[in-house]
């Protein structure tokens, strides 16, 4: 069958067709993005902006065309935090079914954990023991660690790349003061989230998923062969953390130049940057493989789950 995900991020509006069944690896068939950083666009209250509801359904709209145009048989549309957080998430997705026809299911903070692990788990198989998962979005950060195809323990912490460049880094490149304060901040959120992963045992894997830390991997890291024609993408918290300044004082604009640093993340690539950084020393995580698969295919594989 070919199945549609349509992931309305607080970054991004991402359509992923894949064919798929039971049992298969999913094969991707077409895909369309929009750019949006919702962050931007709240008011004081918590609000979306009419500017960015408009954003919304632009979004929405082309992508719902695409899978229209690719003939996908189901559509899977889920919103993240912005929508969920936002003051008037419920009335923005009542107009997004009514102006586009795509109803929006709202994840938990847990749940896009929980379906995120269920992808790196099918990705890195049982051999793989006790995994650790890293899975940073533009509004917040998952963490999740267990044994099975679900995790053990799953949190989802207010320490997404666009919510903390909006919140800490406002300047362009940002200070050293905004990205210590941002560090503190990381630091201290991430200590009250340590409690919950303190009876389970040390991880055998840690994974981090997500296009920040892709993006970081490719920048900071490196890649070795993998299984079969693959290739497996490592990055070390020395080297991160070596990039963190330099990657600091350069403008937004230019950071594209760099390896692995696209347009639709060079805004927040900072902060993510910052957040990957401390949550790693606050786990005592020295390096991790980065996942190819996330909360998309996590998505997808629960769906054919369901239909064997």
Known sequence: ???GVLDVGSNTVHLLVVDAHPGARPVPAAS???????????????????EGVTAILDAIGGAAQTARESGIDELLAFATSAIREAANGEEVLALVERETGVALQVLSGDDEARYTFLAVRRWYGWSAGRI???DIGGGSLEIANGVDEYPDVARSLPLGAGRSTVQ??????PSADQVDALRAHAREVLAGALGDFAGLSSPDHVVGSSKTIRSLARL?????????????????????????????RIPADARPALPGITADRTF????????????MRAFDVAELDVSPWALREGLILLRLDQLG
């Open 220 to 248: 900071a890291g490196w890649t070795e062969d993998g299984v079969g024609s693959g290739e497996r993408s490592i990055l070390k918290r020395k080297g991160l953390d070596d990039w963190i300044p330099r990657l600091a």
């Open 132 to 134: 650790l998962l890293f």
């Open 32 to 50: 369309h993005k929009s750019v949006l950083r919702l962050m931007r666009y709240l008011e004081p209250d918590g609000a979306i902006s009419a």
């Open 1 to 3: 069958m070919r199945l």
């Open 168 to 173: 800490f880094l406002p300047d362009d490149p």
């Open 268 to 279: 927040q690539i900072v902060a993510g940057a910052v957040v990957l950084s401390e949550a």
